[in-house]
């Protein structure tokens, strides 16, 4: 079993910062992609970055310049750093994996998509 816990939301006003982490456990071979969603009241939840296995990323335009996705291969952890925060950045935040839970899932290109329980961040103006 592979689970993803999340940790780092919180209030900030307006300008601040806060880093997002989530943390992969269980059987892991290997980690094809890492992304951050959020959802905020009465909108559908939307992929704000990913990043791959080789260290590509991609964001959202909203957030472009402001916001960084990392990983730590060797912790199974993946980090959003948000700075430059916005009202409009409040949300649920949820991470997101692809994970290969062993060499032949690997190999076969097979993989278990795993969801964090969601953080808070809210941001005051």
């Known amino acids: 079993q592979v689970r993803l816990v999340e940790s780092g939301g919180g209030l900030v006003q307006a300008g601040g910062s806060l880093r997002l982490s989530c943390a992969a456990s269980?059987?892991?071979?290997?980690?094809?992609?890492m992304g951050w969603y959020r959802q905020a009241p009465g909108k559908r939840r939307e992929l704000v970055a990913v990043i791959t296995s080789d260290a590509n990323t991609n964001y959202v335009d909203s957030v472009k310049g402001r916001f960084t996705i990392s990983r730590d291969n060797a912790k199974n952890t993946f980090y959003l750093q948000m700075n430059s925060l916005k009202p409009e950045d409040t949300a649920v935040y949820y991470c997101?994996?692809?994970?290969?839970?062993?060499?032949?899932?690997?190999?076969?290109?097979?993989?278990?998509?795993?969801w964090g329980q969601g953080t808070l961040v809210t941001v005051s103006s």
């Open positions: 269980g059987t892991i071979f290997s980690i094809k992609t």
């Open positions: 997101n994996a692809r994970i290969n839970p062993t060499y032949a899932d690997y190999v076969g290109d097979r993989y278990l998509e795993v």
